[in-house]
């Protein structure tokens, strides 16, 4: 057997032995390194290096994620943080991997405070993403930047952590998208839906408005953006 499904096997093991996803690189090799000797026949001097490499290789390929203290975690599903003592950082790495899980029950007094610090976690992710800036105009204060959801929180409690559902928006365009005076079309061109109001200032926030942000890793997925514009009432052609 090759060392990298060794490794993934030995990972797997681990996993299934103490119920958990999260692997701490120094019970790993107490555990499984023998394990990893047999199964790939190794005879060389420096067993520990080389699952350090594949490790590594594994990381590279998305399989495992790295968090703090020498820790890492199996991503083949997602993870309720609850469930888990996790540092704020490793938060913000689940959030940015697409593996931060949002229970059924976040309203629930005893969640109340995991539930802030995914949030949290979520901001920071997504304004990660943008880079700090709003996704259609110029506005870098922290303090006027906000994570919209595209499908609402209550409407989809799946998507809510998920980046391709959450937008980095200035407050001003945020409430006008959650009002539904604009939509963004597949393309991502801003399209405006509503003009029934007279106003000079809603007219400027438009005029300021510029072409969607190209420096994103993770864009809006189309699937949201098609249920935001029929929940607005744009009819698709």
């Given at each position: 057997m090759n060392w990298t499904d060794a490794t993934l096997n030995a990972i797997k093991r681990?996993?299934?032995?103490?119920?958990?996803?999260?692997?701490?690189?120094?019970?790993?090799?107490?555990?499984?390194?023998?394990?990893?000797?047999?199964?790939?026949?190794?005879?060389?001097?420096?067993?520990?290096?080389?699952?350090?490499?594949?490790?590594?290789?594994?990381?590279?390929?998305g399989q495992i994620l790295f968090l703090e203290r020498g820790r890492y975690l199996l991503?083949?599903?997602s993870l309720n943080p609850d469930d888990y003592d996790l540092s704020d950082e490793e938060?913000?790495?689940?959030?940015?991997?697409?593996?931060?899980?949002?229970?059924?029950?976040?309203?629930?007094?005893?969640?109340?405070?995991?539930?802030?610090?995914?949030?949290?976690?979520?901001?920071?992710?997504?304004?990660?993403?943008?880079?700090?800036?709003?996704?259609?105009?110029?506005?870098?204060?922290?303090?006027?930047?906000?994570?919209?959801?595209?499908?609402?929180?209550?409407?989809?409690?799946?998507?809510?952590?998920?980046?391709?559902?959450?937008?980095?928006?200035?407050?001003?365009?945020?409430?006008?998208?959650?009002?539904?005076?604009?939509?963004?079309?597949?393309?991502?061109?801003?399209?405006?839906?509503?003009?029934?109001?007279?106003?000079?200032?809603?007219?400027?926030?438009?005029?300021?408005?510029?072409?969607?942000?190209?420096?994103?890793?993770?864009?809006?997925?189309?699937?949201?953006?098609?249920?935001?514009?029929?929940?607005?009432?744009?009819?698709?052609?």
């Amino acid at each position: 057997m090759n060392w990298t499904d060794a490794t993934l096997n030995a990972i797997k093991r681990y996993t299934e032995k103490q119920n958990t996803l999260l692997i701490p690189r120094s019970e790993l090799i107490a555990e499984e390194i023998q394990n990893i000797i047999s199964d790939t026949a190794t005879t060389g001097k420096t067993p520990e290096s080389s699952l350090n490499y594949y490790l590594q290789r594994l990381r590279d390929s998305g399989q495992i994620l790295f968090l703090e203290r020498g820790r890492y975690l199996l991503v083949e599903t997602s993870l309720n943080p609850d469930d888990y003592d996790l540092s704020d950082e490793e938060l913000v790495s689940l959030a940015e991997a697409g593996k931060l899980l949002f229970s059924a029950e976040e309203s629930a007094a005893a969640t109340v405070l995991q539930t802030r610090r995914k949030m949290q976690a979520l901001r920071k992710a997504v304004l990660n993403n943008y880079r700090e800036q709003c996704a259609i105009c110029d506005v870098r204060s922290p303090d006027l930047l906000v994570t919209s959801h595209i499908d609402r929180w209550a409407d989809n409690p799946d998507a809510r952590a998920d980046l391709s559902n959450v937008l980095c928006l200035c407050i001003f365009h945020d409430k006008l998208f959650e009002a539904g005076y604009f939509c963004f079309s597949d393309q991502l061109a801003v399209v405006r839906s509503r003009r029934d109001a007279d106003s000079k200032m809603i007219d400027a926030v438009f005029a300021s408005s510029i072409p969607f942000r190209s420096d994103i890793t993770i864009r809006p997925d189309q699937r949201f953006l098609r249920r935001h514009r029929e929940r607005i009432g744009i009819k698709e052609d």
